[in-house]
């Protein structure tokens, strides 16, 4: 398989565009035509983490967090992340960067913490919403078969896995041609009845123009009459999950849970000690600023990484509890990321699909 495929491949199931516009995904050392011998997941690409790849004959890292993310001064055998990038240019290995796209991906980071909290019923905490317009149209009822055609050919009211999805209502349109008009029905000065078919259909944001553009062309009329409402709707994607645990637990039963599952030494709670945990949100890596959402959705906990002094105060203060389960929490995505691409890759890739076992947190639990 070559790297372009591979990447053509993950584009599509995880889009790099639904990433966040400060992050950096995609791929960011390599070369697109060379082919892949094997794949690593990581969470950081560390020198220690290219080495393992080097090792495992994988020529391509995943990594979770973008290598190439601050500014870089050099790229030398000498020091700073230049000298992973130096050893990764040096042997041949390609990195991509899957970060906030596998964030609000809905089998992505958060699902996988989920999952290995045993949350049921997961939602998605925040899901994104994408603009769309609802069109109608109006024309005579003997041009709509002809028309609805060359828009559906142009990629134009389409539904999920449904191409052509049109509603028609019949009706009669009327109008008196006046001035310097060239009717395609009807005379100067007199007024018309047309059996006409309203049209309607929705379309993406994106394809405004071209809607605009086809009507105008193959509607038979000097002066069509459509319109374009704006809407917007929630789609299968955001950041955090929300879910249940199949029954209550106390802080404290509940800490040794996460602790257990998620295989870390420490976890630092803030709240109420007393509180009966059952509905739990949570968002990887550093996600507070959310908390008051998940609380707003019924949460009696929210988990996250990175909570600062202030921040903890802040949620204590309001009468919330969280839990600071360590940003390094996110390894789970490296066997999570493996059993996604064993499954998107089944037909196109033989090669060997690993996780890398590089402990990257750089903290040490004393
Ligand atoms: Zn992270």
Known sequence: MKLKTFLDILNNQVPFDSAESWDNVGLLVGDSSCNVSGIMTALDCTAEVVDEAIEKGCNTIVAHHPLIFKGMRAITEDAGYGRIIYKLIQNKINLIAMHTNLDVHPQGVNAMLAEHLELQSCKILLPET??????????????ATAFKLQLSKHGLATEGNYEHAFFNTKGQGQFKPVGDAQPHIGAIGEIKTVDEVKIEF??????????????????PYETPVYDFLPLQKEIQRGLGMIGELSE????????????????MPSVRFIGNKNAAIQTVALIGGSGIGYEMSAMKQGADIFLTGDIKHHDALDAKTAGMNLLDINHYSEYVMKEGLVTLLNHWLEQQFDGRICASETHTDPYQYM
């Not at 069109?135 to 005579?140: A, L, M, S």
């Not at 605009?212 to 062309?217: E, S, T, V």
Request: charge should be negative.
């Open 130 to 143: 994408t603009d769309y317009y609802k069109v109608q149209v109006y024309i005579p009822e003997t041009d």
């Open 248 to 263: 209550p637990m106390t802080v404290e039963a509940f800490t040794t849970h996460v602790k257990k599952q998620l295989n």
């Open 202 to 219: 929705m379309i993406d944001a994106s394809q405004y123009q071209l809607a605009q553009q086809l009507i105008n062309q193959h509607h």
